[in-house]
């Protein structure tokens, strides 16, 4: 597990959560949830909030005091949504320049919440638990959004199958990075089309369609 969140937090809250990319929903399985929680919880503990100029600040401020208070507002509503925070879910006092919001952990979240289903950029991470694969994966679908994803497993054969019902369009293993010599884009409200790779240069590329009659064709 330890090795799998050394993978997971950076991407979760790298560039204070304010990445379409973030992973931003963590699924563990119930009988190791509570650990799983704590960890996460821990490991945000640690992160060094600050200003971004300073070498050993790990998470900086939001890009704006609007959007310090829309996600601010979203963890509130998280909270009367029955979700419960394990750290975080304020903005620092002691940060009085910039727009900073606290490295958040939500537990006991379900896939209905809003904090679950809205894209919050924001540095806020929801674990939710899993019974088993199908509702693993049931659970990652139950997006309106479907742009990347990871699974963290050491079984290669296992985690191609899981990959392949998960949908978004593109989706990691055992880690997550853009290639720029693969295509990138998302599916459902995450958009339409792919940049990167061949199929991003067919962007850029006019077709004709040219239709014969049936004897020339022949």
Do not use: W
């Amino acid at each position: 597990m330890a090795s799998a969140l050394a993978q997971i937090l950076p991407l979760s809250f790298f560039n204070s959560g304010q990445a379409c990319i973030a992973l931003s929903r963590i699924l563990a399985p119930r009988a190791r949830y509570a650990e799983v929680v704590e960890a996460v919880a821990a490991r945000a503990r640690q992160l060094v909030v600050g200003d971004p100029r300073d070498e050993k600040t790990e998470l900086g401020p939001l890009i704006s005091a609007r959007q310090r208070d829309r996600v601010l507002a979203l963890i509130a509503v998280g909270r009367t949504e029955g979700a419960q925070i394990a750290c975080g879910g304020v903005a620092p006092d002691a940060l009085a320049r910039g727009h900073y919001v606290e490295p958040t952990v939500f537990h006991r979240v379900d896939s209905a919440m809003r904090i679950a289903r809205e894209e919050l950029f924001g540095p806020v991470v929801c674990v939710i638990a899993y019974r088993d694969e199908d509702e693993a994966v049931a659970i990652a679908n139950d997006s309106p959004y479907g742009l990347s994803g990871a699974v963290f497993t050491r079984d290669a054969a296992r985690a191609i199958a899981i990959a392949e019902r998960v949908r978004v369009g593109t989706f990691g293993v055992n880690g997550y990075a853009l290639d720029p010599s693969l295509p990138f884009g998302g599916r459902k409200q995450s958009g339409l089309g792919r940049e990167f790779g061949a199929e991003g240069l067919a962007e850029y590329t006019e077709l004709k369609a040219i239709a014969l009659p049936a004897e020339a064709s022949a």
